[in-house]
Structures are given as C-alpha cells and as structure tokens.
C-alpha cells in the first residue's frame, strides 16, 4: 500500500473557487492535491519538482484559456508526458473533439458524477503510473541496476537547458575502471560483472543527492551529471568516489598499480553554462584520458574558471 507521502499528486486548475472546493473535497483522501486559479499560475506551479502526475483542466479561464495551457504543457518536453484531463461546462462535440486535438487523454463535462470522475481519474493515475515504470526499467542498466546511457542523455540535456535558464554552475564526473580488459581477462567476466555491480553502486552511494544522477555510460565507464554544483562541491564528490571505490578493495592482482581495483577521475565544471553540453561532456572526458595518461588511481579536474588542471591522487 502507499505510504502517504508517496500518494499520487494532482494539479486542478480551474478559476471558480466552487469547483476548485468541489475537486479538491472529491480527491483529497486519494490523492495530494495543488490548486491553480488560472492558466498562468499553473505553468508556473509545473517549474516547481515534483511534478504532478495528472491535471485536471477548465477550459474558460481569463487570459489563458484551458486549450492554450494544454498546448504549453505538451510542448514542454519537461511536462509532455502529464496526463491532462479537461473538466469543463463546454459539452459541444467540437469543444471535446479540439480538447483531444490539443493533447487531452479524456473530457469531463459539468456537472459530473463524482463515482465516474473519480473512476476516470484512477484510471489515468494507474496508467501513468506504469508507464512511469516502463520508463524506469527503459532508462536502467541491466546489470548494475543504476541508470543507463540512455537516461544518462536525457537527464543531462534537461538539467543543461535549466542551468542555461538560470545561469547555475554545471559539473561532470567521468570515471573508468583502471585495467579493466586485464580484470575480466584474469577473473573472468562473471567476476568481471560482480565487479562492476560493487563499482557502481560504490559510486552510487558517494554522489547521494537526489538532484545528482550517477550513470553507466558504457563498459566500465561510468559518469556523475551534478546540477547547481560549483567545482570544489564537485571535486569533493569525486575524492569521495576515488576513495569509496578503493575502500572495497577488490583483488586486482593484474592492475599495474595497486593490488585492487581502482578508478581513473575526470572532472569538468562550467561555472556559467554556455553552449551545449556535449562541450563539457568532451572535457570532462578529456579529463579522464589525461588521468590514464598521467599513471591511473587520480582525479584530472578542469575548471573553467582558471583554466586550471589539477591532479588529485588516492591515497596508496
């Protein structure tokens, strides 16, 4: 069963303070409730995480009108997917046939049956609630269980566009397993597997906010994307991996420079985002060549600010 605070939160947006006391009366013991009182005030209420999984929507409201607000939200790639349910007192087929158009998954006219809206409603919940799941499962690494390349890539496109939006410092963090190739080679790959689980999972752990996202980006590489973090927060994260990493001390008897398994650290910080972020991705990745280059088991840190690169060693 839900715990309380993960009930399923729903956006009304409606102008009359008697339909908004009907709704939210109807939804609250089911669902967590945020009220809107025009088309403006609720694109504004979806800036704001956690984003709700449905929207109930009137379609005449001042200034913005129902139609309008639907068209900015399934434009937005950031609330595209939020179901939107129009409730409102237009019944012609034109009106319900142009609420579809606009991307609405049902219509609702007034008055209605509170039993069939609130039916229609947990339909809509359920539904979005699997194909959040789906999406979960989609964007997760098979074998490490963190997220995927994939997730990787949306994730940092999204954040990008919001550190744009709000001039915020930017940092990444790429990691490769050193002598990998030579690990597997030696141990085998279910070993090799195993490896990577604890790896992942190690750096996982060390970069623990929920604004953070820890990925595998391919192999034995893997890469923290850091909203809102300047480069010295960032370089704390990345001597908490190093160092995390080499605390699980598995056997590396092939390594050419520890007796366990450890990582190569590149890191990369843009303290006004510009341009497009493939730019940092291939700095930060430039990093992490220099960290092989320079001898394994060390974090290369490029700062935008001094241009500055700076090697951090794990202790030996």
């Not at 970069?207 to 980006?217: I, K, Q």
């Amino acid at each position: 069963m839900q715990e309380k605070e993960e009930l399923s939160k729903i956006l009304v947006v409606d102008d009359e303070k008697i339909n908004i006391d009907v709704l939210v009366g109807l939804l609250k013991p089911y669902y967590r409730t945020v009220v809107a009182k025009d088309g403006m005030q609720a694109l504004k209420r979806l800036e704001t995480q956690p984003l709700p999984d449905l929207i109930l929507l009137d379609i005449i409201m001042p200034g913005m009108n129902g139609y309008e607000v639907c068209i900015k939200i399934k434009d937005n790639p950031a609330t595209r997917d939020i179901p939107v349910i129009f409730i409102t007192g237009k019944h012609e087929e034109d009106d319900e046939a142009r609420g579809f158009w606009v991307g609405a998954v049902d219509y609702i006219t007034k008055p209605f049956s509170p039993l069939i809206a609130l039916s229609r409603v947990k339909n809509h919940i359920e539904l979005k609630r699997r194909g959040d799941m789906l999406e979960r499962l989609a964007g997760l690494d098979g074998l490490t269980g963190i997220p995927n390349r994939r997730q990787f890539d949306q994730f940092l496109n999204a954040e990008w566009k919001r550190s744009l939006r709000y001039n915020r410092s930017f940092s990444l963090i790429f990691i490769d397993i050193d002598f990998f190739k030579l690990f597997n080679d030696h141990y085998g790959h279910t070993k090799g597997d195993e490896c990577l689980k604890k790896v992942a999972h190690s750096i996982f752990n060390a970069a623990p906010r929920t604004e953070d996202l820890t990925a595998r980006y391919g192999g034995e590489e893997f890469a923290c994307i850091l909203p809102e973090t300047g480069n010295e927060g960032a370089l704390k994260v990345a001597r908490r991996i190093i160092e995390s990493v080499r605390a699980l001390k598995v056997p590396h008897v092939q390594s050419k420079i520890a007796d366990y398994v450890t990582i190569s650290v590149g890191l990369a910080t843009a303290s006004q985002p510009l341009g497009r972020a493939l730019n940092l991705v291939s700095l930060a990745d430039k990093a992490v060549y220099q960290a092989k280059e320079k001898g394994r088991n060390q974090i290369v840190n490029f700062n935008d600010i001094e241009q500055l690169i700076i090697r951090y060693h794990a202790s030996r």
